[in-house]
Structure formats: structure tokens, C-alpha cells
């Protein structure tokens, strides 16, 4: 079933998640609600009198091991799942209403979300989609670490990463205008290496982790079953980029290309794409596709005398 891309979206209907934070192993219940046309996503915490924060680049808060956004000290952490799944899947606009201040990281994909919303449905509004197109390179680099995005038709990624054994380096890339987000990324889970999960579960960082919710790795390989694709580690590093960069508020037109980054750079090429004005514009997705499906066009469009006027 194919929508018409340049039109905004939201969820046909109210979905219902419950589960736990990956690092604060909070219990937390997520309500996902449609959204009127133009409002974008924005999460609102029920525990805390109803308070909103907009998922835009502005409210990013510092916090390397996963994206939060933070506005007059109210946090809401692990937003990236999520936001890569609403990204993905083109929904352009929800209010996410969470009673706690982490996401439940769920089964540690984005796959439980991508198949609420088919199951819900992805309902058409009546509005023009819009898309940062990048208009010229913005880089950030630090040491070997780096990511940037060029101007560029679609919405495509490029990722290298290069981890300790057993993992090591692997690279892919995705367009993601080719409407492969549900099958080739959503499923990809987050990864953690036992060698760390002391040293980590002491600071207080994974206290919701465990195997249901993500690779752990010894040093042969995975301990918890068999991975779901053989590069899912990069395929996920992709899913959290494409959460990060959701940050930028709209769906970015052009070529990401990332090696060895991670939230950190995601949220870093974000802030720096939106402060420089003259990178980007904002443009409307062209009607095509959509034009042969829904509206007749009238004879007299078609005629000789009219090309070209
Ligand atoms: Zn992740």
C-alpha cells in the first residue's frame, strides 16, 4: 500500500507501550497519540503535570550513553528508538505521553514499534511534508571519530564502525527512501559487552539490561541466540542515527556518512546543521507517485500548448 510521500502522517489510533528503561530500569507506560498536522513529536511527562518537550535539536541534553532531551531540567532519556522508528516510518506527527523519564527500551529495537503502527495504521494529513535539504557539507570530527552529512537526493547513510573483538569493523549503507526501514533496520537490537556489565551496572547505567533486551557479547560472540542479521550491530548503530538526527525536526534530504561515531556525534551533527543556516532549506517533498494514485489530472494540463509555459 503505497501513501503519497509528500503529505505529513501521523498514527491512525492511541497505542499503548509498558516496559522498562534500559538504563534506569524504570517501569514506565508510554501512550503514543495521533497528532494534529504540523505539530510534530513532542513528549509530554504525565508524572510531572503534563510538561512538554519537543523532540527538536534545541532540548538535546549531554548525555554520551544514550539521547536524551532535556528543557528547564526535566528529562526524558532514550528517545533514539522511538525516534528512528517514527522517522522511519514517515509519521511526521505524535504526542508521546510517558509517566516516567525513560522510554521502555522494550525488546532493544525498533521492531515493536514499527509493528504497532501497521497494526494501528499511518492515517494521511492535510499538509505539505517538508525536509532539511542539505545544500552543502557539514562536518564534525573528533580524533577518529566521524560523521557529516552532503547535499543529496533521498535520505541515505553510510556507517562504518570499528569495535573490539568480536565485533571488529563492519560497513553498509541504506536508502532510505527505498521504504526499507521495517525490514532491514527496525529489527536490529542494541549491543553490550559482558566484559563491561559490572563495571557499568556499578555506575547505575543498565540497571533495566539484560539478554531480553540486548546482545550481549562474550568474546566469541553473542551469548543470548542468534543474532538477527549478521551486521545487526551496524544496522543498529544506523537506527540510532536516524533517531539522533531526528532531533533536526524534520526528515533531512541528503548523505549521512558516519565512522566510529555515536550519540554523542549524532547529536553534535544535528546542532551543527541547524545553527549554520546556509547548509540547509527547508523544501516540500514533490508530488509524484502520490498524483498518478489519487487525483485525475485534467486533460487540459496535458496539452502540447501548455509545457514549457
Ligand atoms: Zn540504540
Do not use: C
Amino acid at each position: 500500500m503505497d501513501r503519497p510521500a509528500h503529505l505529513e502522517q501521523t498514527i491512525a489510533e492511541t497505542l499503548e507501550f509498558e516496559g522498562i528503561g534500559l538504563h534506569s530500569g524504570a517501569p514506565v507506560t508510554m501512550r503514543l497519540l495521533p497528532a494534529p498536522a504540523g505539530s510534530g513529536i513532542v513528549f509530554r511527562r504525565t508524572d510531572l503535570d503534563n510538561f512538554e518537550i519537543p523532540a527538536t535539536g534545541r532540548n538535546v541534553a549531554k548525555v554520551s550513553y544514550a539521547t536524551s532531551l532535556m528543557r528547564q531540567g526535566v528529562l526524558i532519556s532514550t528517545t533514539e528508538h522511538l525516534l528512528s522508528a517514527l522517522i522511519g516510518m514517515g509519521i511526521d506527527n505524535v504526542i508521546v505521553e510517558l509517566d516516567n523519564l525513560e522510554l521502555p527500551i522494550l525488546d532493544g529495537s525498533a521492531l515493536p514499534y514499527v509493528e504497532a503502527f501497521l497494526r494501528a495504521g499511518i492515517r494521511t494529513q492535510r499538509r505539505r511534508r517538508e525536509t532539511i535539504r542539505v545544500l552543502r557539507e557539514v562536518e564534525v570530527r573528533e580524533g577518529n571519530k566521524f560523521i557529516a552529512v552532503y547535499p543529496g537526493s533521498g535520505y541515505k547513510i553510510r556507517y562504518t564502525i570499528d569495535f573490539p573483538a568480536p565485533i571488529g569493523r563492519e560497513h553498509t549503507s541504506i536508502d532510505l527512501a527505498a521504504e526499507t526501514y521495517g525490514a532491514a533496520i527496525a529489527p536490529a537490537r542494541t549491543f553490550g559487552y559482558k566484559a563491561d556489565e559490572k563495571r557499568l551496572r556499578d555506575m547505575g547505567l543498565i540497571r533495566g539490561a539484560g539478554p531480553q533486551n540486548a546482545i550481549i557479547l562474550g568474546p566469541r560472540g553473542p551469548e543470548n541466540g542468534p543474532l538477527r542479521f549478521a551486521n545487526e550491530y551496524v544496522r543498529h548503530k544506523i537506527l540510532d542515527l536516524i533517531g539522533d538526527l531526528a532531533l533536526a525536526g524534520r526528515r533531512i534530504e541528503g548523505h549521512v556518512v558516519a565512522v566510529r561515531a555515536g550519540h554523542a556525534m549524532h547529536t553534535a551533527l544535528v546542532q551543527r546543521l541547524l545553527k549554520d543556516r546556509s547548509a540547509w532549506e527547508l523544501a516540500h517533498v514533490p508530488v509524484k507517485a502520490a498524483a498518478e494514485e489519487e487525483v485525475e489530472t485534467p486533460a487540459a494540463l496535458s496539452t502540447p500548448a501548455l509545457i514549457g509555459a
